[in-house]
């Protein structure tokens, strides 16, 4: 079946642009998930979405970092105001319930330049 | 605080050989504990996780890793390496609260 995909998987913009970066989940999954991945750098956790619930922001690193999930499916993460620092692969991941125990399935990512 | 350690940077192993990436962990209650791998230009993909049970794990492509409580360890291993087997390992760990902690990731190297 389809697998998380992730559009656009390149965006350059300048700085001070707002930015939309939409993930499309494996269908029927309850959780939903966005990393960030900067050059040389691991993981960074932004934001977890679990079914019906309030969703997890604890990772946001501003408030110019905002998420949101539409009828528990399609995701999509805006960043406003972009800044240099903000240049990095954003990678979101599905798992078909909301236990931390479960597998991720990860889109391709979208990489994020700011110019 | 919960925190996961990969202590080598990269690892380079000749083809054929055994390979060893490290992991360690620090936890509060029972660690749920994952390994994930990045091939170059593709996002993540699972390869195992153990929850309870068994203390080794087999996963994708050959891999396995072993849990080890005593030393709150849990080392991805394959017996053979394989030049396809390059790329980049991240070490999960879920513990108390379902804090969710990475790794650094270990950037493994196959050489011929």
């Known amino acids: 079946g389809a697998g998380v995909s992730q559009s656009p998987s390149n965006k350059v913009t300048e700085k001070g642009k707002d930015v939309e970066l939409r993930c499309d989940p494996i269908?029927?999954?309850?959780?939903l998930y966005w990393y960030r991945q900067s050059l040389g750098q691991g993981l960074e956790f932004l934001i977890y979405?679990?079914?019906?619930?309030?969703?997890?922001k604890s990772g946001l690193p501003s408030d110019r970092f905002s998420a949101e999930r539409t009828g528990g499916s399609v995701s999509t993460l805006t960043i406003q105001r972009t800044q240099q620092e903000d240049s990095a692969v954003y990678l979101c991941?599905?798992?078909?319930?909301?236990?931390?125990?479960?597998?991720?399935?990860f889109g391709p990512g979208t990489r994020l330049t700011v110019l | 605080a919960q925190s996961v350690a990969q202590p080598e940077d990269q690892v380079n192993v000749a083809e054929g050989n055994p390979l060893t990436v490290k992991c360690t962990y620090s936890?509060?209650?029972?660690?749920?504990l994952f390994w994930y791998v990045q091939y170059p230009n593709r996002g993540l993909q699972f390869l195992l996780k153990?929850?309870?049970?068994?203390?080794l794990v087999k996963g994708s492509y050959g891999f396995e890793a072993e849990f080890n409580k005593s030393q709150t360890s849990f080392h991805l291993k394959k017996p053979s390496a394989l030049v396809s087997d390059s790329a980049l390992y991240f070490c999960?760990?879920?513990?108390?609260?379902?804090?969710?902690?990475f790794g650094t990731g270990t950037q493994l190297k196959v050489e011929l």
């Open positions: 991941a599905s798992s078909e319930t909301s236990g931390r125990t479960d597998t991720q399935y």
């Open positions: 269908s029927g999954h309850t959780a």
């Open positions: 999960w760990v879920t513990g108390g609260g379902n804090k969710l902690t």
């Open positions: 153990y929850i309870t049970g068994d203390n």
């Open positions: 979405f679990q079914g019906n619930s309030a969703p997890d």
């Open positions: 936890v509060s209650g029972n660690p749920y």
